[in-house]
């Protein structure tokens, strides 16, 4: 069974850092690309960034490229998501997926001043 438990949210001021994690268990996770996705209450679910398999190939969207980094380690089964610089509007409920069909529960960054 499939199970992604995200932890590391809470509160922060803007300018501040975050560091989420995603542990993986019930899959093959140095086989899949991992995403982490997030979702602000009212709104849809916006993409974030993924990673290959491997660790070696990373994307970002735009708004958060240059401020967050994605990692994994694939020896404890660990997907991150390092925050820098946070912004009110990177406020949101962040989940981690296994390609698409699989999501965890989600962790709630607040960004407040």
């Known amino acids: 069974q499939v199970q992604l438990v995200e932890s590391g949210g809470g509160l922060v001021q803007p300018g501040g850092s975050l560091r989420l994690s995603c542990a993986a268990s019930?899959?093959?996770?140095?086989?899949?690309?991992m995403n982490w996705v997030r979702q602000v209450p009212g709104e849809g679910l916006e993409w974030v960034s993924q990673?290959?398999?491997?660790?070696?190939?990373?994307y970002y969207t735009d708004s958060v490229k240059d401020r967050f980094t994605i990692s994994r380690d694939n020896a404890n089964d660990m997907l991150y998501l390092q925050m820098n610089n946070l912004k009110f509007e990177d406020a949101a409920a962040y989940y981690c997926a296994f390609g698409f069909n699989f999501w965890g529960q989600g962790t709630q960054v607040t960004v407040s001043s």
């Open positions: 019930g899959f093959s996770f140095s086989s899949g690309w």
């Open positions: 990673i290959s398999s491997d660790g070696q190939t990373t």
